[in-house]
């Protein structure tokens, strides 16, 4: 049997280390946001087991004018059941409104609401600065490293 690469294996190993790290990301996403609504004067019936899917969803609606079930799922990549269910969990907890389109009164069109935001802007202000720590990272780079680095990446996405 061939003994492995001790650098394969190291990256390997990073790469195992990252999968955890993303694990942990989506943990902290959540308790952050959650402690900046707090922060910001949100009930914590507000903020009570507010999920990533629902943020994720609030920052659809707030990126996009009146967008349907539809287009948030596309956007999200969540099914469109899974969208209406959340939609409806978040007008009732009156993060988002709905109203049907004049011309089409089975299509529903979303919005959010000042509690909405308020949510909305606080995780977008999460994601800019997590973006700009990576950003800085990827600056480091020569472009000519940056193409292999965008190759690994690709051909690691490809097996998804």
Same mark, same amino acid.
């Given at each position: 049997?061939?003994?492995?690469?001790?650098?394969?294996?190291?990256?390997?190993?990073?790469?195992?280390?990252?999968?955890?790290?993303?694990?942990?990301?989506?943990?902290?996403?959540?308790?952050?946001i959650l402690r900046?609504?707090?922060?910001?004067?949100?009930?914590?019936?507000?903020?009570?087991?507010?999920? $990533?899917?629902?943020?994720?969803?609030?920052?659809?609606?707030?990126?996009?004018?009146?967008?349907?079930?539809?287009?948030?799922?596309?956007?999200?990549?969540?099914?469109?059941?899974?969208?209406?269910?959340?939609?409806?969990?978040?007008?009732?907890?009156?993060?988002?409104?709905?109203?049907?389109?004049?011309?089409?009164?089975?299509?529903?069109?979303?919005?959010?609401?000042?509690?909405?935001?308020?949510?909305f802007d606080i995780? +977008?202000? =999460?994601?800019?600065?997590?973006?700009? +720590? $990576?950003?800085?990272?990827?600056?480091?780079?020569?472009?000519?490293e940056l193409k292999?680095?965008?190759? =690994?990446?690709?051909?690691?996405?490809?097996?998804?």
């Amino acid at each position: 049997m061939k003994k492995a690469n001790p650098e394969i294996q190291s990256m390997i190993q990073k790469l195992i280390l990252l999968q955890d790290h993303n694990r942990n990301f989506e943990e902290k996403h959540q308790k952050v946001i959650l402690r900046m609504l707090t922060a910001r004067g949100a009930s914590p019936e507000m903020v009570r087991n507010i999920s $990533l899917s629902e943020l994720h969803v609030i920052d659809c609606i707030g990126s996009h004018e009146e967008p349907n079930v539809t287009f948030i799922a596309e956007q999200t990549g969540m099914t469109k059941g899974a969208v209406s269910k959340i939609a409806s969990r978040m007008v009732d907890r009156k993060f988002i409104e709905a109203r049907k389109r004049d011309n089409n009164r089975k299509e529903i069109l979303y919005s959010l609401t000042k509690k909405g935001k308020v949510a909305f802007d606080i995780h +977008k202000k =999460f994601h800019d600065t997590e973006n700009k +720590k $990576l950003h800085e990272i990827f600056a480091s780079f020569k472009p000519e490293e940056l193409k292999i680095i965008d190759r =690994f990446f690709n051909d690691i996405l490809s097996d998804f």
